[in-house]
Antibody, heavy 121, light 111 residues
């Protein structure tokens, strides 16, 4: 059973860099069957996709965030990471990591529990 | 950016049936490969239904989907108080840029 767990600071200062890590257990992030992704949810609002990273290192980013986001893999630790540069209060959200199983539907089949990141001024 | 449209809220009494629509356009409905997610209060979203009514373990068959044109509908029958949650539809746009598109979410209230 695939499990994902987010970790990282819960408070980030405005204009600084938000850094989160997702630790995967139950499968290897080198698996060709998955994309590994990040989704966020501002308080009281809906879901916003941030980006995906594949085992090859290929990445897809939300166009609205692309200039500020970097996703990467650490295969030795079975982790993938998110960096979001130059954060503002609008980046305050619960950040989820998720696995996207590749196929026809490409469903997000497993999610982490989420971690709240607050951007302070 | 493509948009999927959901009603903000729906409600029904226990035991009844409720439907939640998810509408897009021909450019983003990609063969209607829409997936649905349930977010119970205070928890992470979880996969609810995908493919032709495939459900992960533990999801009852009271949850099902149907398709019509560029709209996909989530049906929930035999409503239970534990079904009270936010429901999101989503689709992976596998075109050149790659992009997940989510609906705005529908809050289900079980009266």
């Amino acid at each position: 059973q695939l499990q994902l767990q987010e970790s990282g600071p819960g408070l980030v200062s405005s204009s600084e860099t938000l850094s989160l890590t997702c630790t995967v257990s139950g499968d290897s992030i080198s698996s060709v069957s998955y994309y590994w992704g990040w989704i966020r949810q501002p308080p009281g609002k809906g879901l916003e996709w941030i980006g995906n990273v594949y085992s090859s290192g290929s990445t897809y980013y939300n166009p609205s965030l692309k200039s500020r986001v970097t996703l990467s893999l650490d295969t030795s630790r079975n982790q993938f990471s998110l960096k979001l540069w130059s954060v503002t209060a609008a980046d305050t959200a619960v950040y989820y990591c998720a696995s996207q199983r590749l196929g026809s539907w490409d469903e997000l089949d497993h999610w982490g529990q989420g971690t709240l990141v607050t951007v302070s001024s | 950016q493509s948009v999927l449209t959901q009603p903000p809220s729906v409600s029904a009494a226990p035991g009844q049936k409720v439907t939640i629509s998810c509408s897009g356009d021909s450019s983003n409905m990609r063969g209607n490969y829409v997936t649905w997610y349930q977010q119970l209060p205070g928890t992470a979203p979880k996969l609810l239904i995908y493919d032709n009514n495939k459900r992960p373990p533990g999801i009852p068959d009271r949850f099902s989907v149907s398709k019509s044109g560029t709209s996909v509908t989530l049906d929930i029958t035999g409503l239970q108080t534990g079904d009270e949650a936010d429901y999101y539809c989503g689709i992976w746009d596998s075109s050149l840029s790659g992009n997940w598109v989510f609906g705005g979410g529908t809050k289900l209230t079980v009266l």
